[in-house]
């Protein structure tokens, strides 16, 4: 259990939740958490940012689990366990970071963790919010360049051939087209997928996902796998 600094209405249906405690975790990973003895499954949400002293989550609200955290306030304990999955990997050079709706947030303490590294030149953020835009001026001092967009699809505005690298998280159809226009002009890119889950470790199979090699946990194998892997043949996972 850990001791919830505050929990915050940033958009429509979306909080900041930020948890006192050491925690580990890397870009890309996320813990499995629930407010109490019910429901009795957590809900996996991904790492927005961790320091020192605490970890942050931003989570929307769609569900009865959710809906529970959300009614949460500071100085209440939550239930937490991770870090679980495989985060993004070490990458160098010019660097996209491509978000849509409930993938947005680990984007964050992704682009902090590139821009720490000499290696990496350039870290260059595009975002789709599906409803109203929250913590803008964050994600504008989170990366080099930020471009946005309500409602529509980001996709539009990015041109993978400028880098070295794509990372994205969102929704499927968006990380599909991406991918496909990294494999037509060679760039690399990492997806992280989304879905449901029970368990975190990849006992309950829950999140099964077929690809190039067969079927993977999502959980386990994932949540980031390589682009090519998860969107081949006709660009479908």
Not at 196 to 214: D, E, N, Y
Request: aromatic share 10%.
């Amino acid at each position: 259990m850990a001791l919830i600094l505050k929990n915050e209405k940033i958009g429509q249906h979306i909080y900041w939740i930020e948890i006192e405690g050491k925690f580990e975790g890397n870009p890309g990973q996320f813990y499995m958490i629930k407010a109490g003895e019910y429901p009795l499954l957590r809900r996996p949400i991904s790492i927005f940012s961790i320091d020192e002293n605490s970890i942050s989550f931003i989570y929307q609200v769609v569900g009865e689990g959710t809906e529970l955290i959300s009614k949460m306030i500071p100085g209440q304990t939550l239930d937490i366990k991770g870090p679980y999955g495989n985060g993004f990997p070490e990458v160098t050079g010019k660097i996209a970071l491509v978000g849509g709706g409930v993938g947005i947030p680990p984007l964050y303490e992704t682009s902090k963790k590139l821009r720490e590294k000499e290696e990496v030149s350039l870290v260059d953020m595009y975002l789709g919010f599906s409803g109203d835009m929250f913590l803008k001026e964050l994600w504008e001092k989170s990366c080099d360049n930020f471009i946005y967009n309500i409602g529509g699809f980001i996709t539009d505005y990015i041109d993978v051939g400028k880098y070295d690298v794509i990372l994205t998280c969102g929704p499927d159809i968006m990380m599909e087209k991406l991918t496909k226009a990294c494999i037509d002009k060679g760039i690399k890119i990492y997806v992280s997928k989304e879905s449901r889950m029970g368990c975190g470790i990849g006992a309950c199979l829950a999140c099964t996902c077929k690809t190039k090699a067969g079927n993977k946990k999502v959980c386990h194998d994932g949540p980031v796998f390589s682009g090519e892997e998860v969107y081949y043949g006709e660009y479908k996972c």
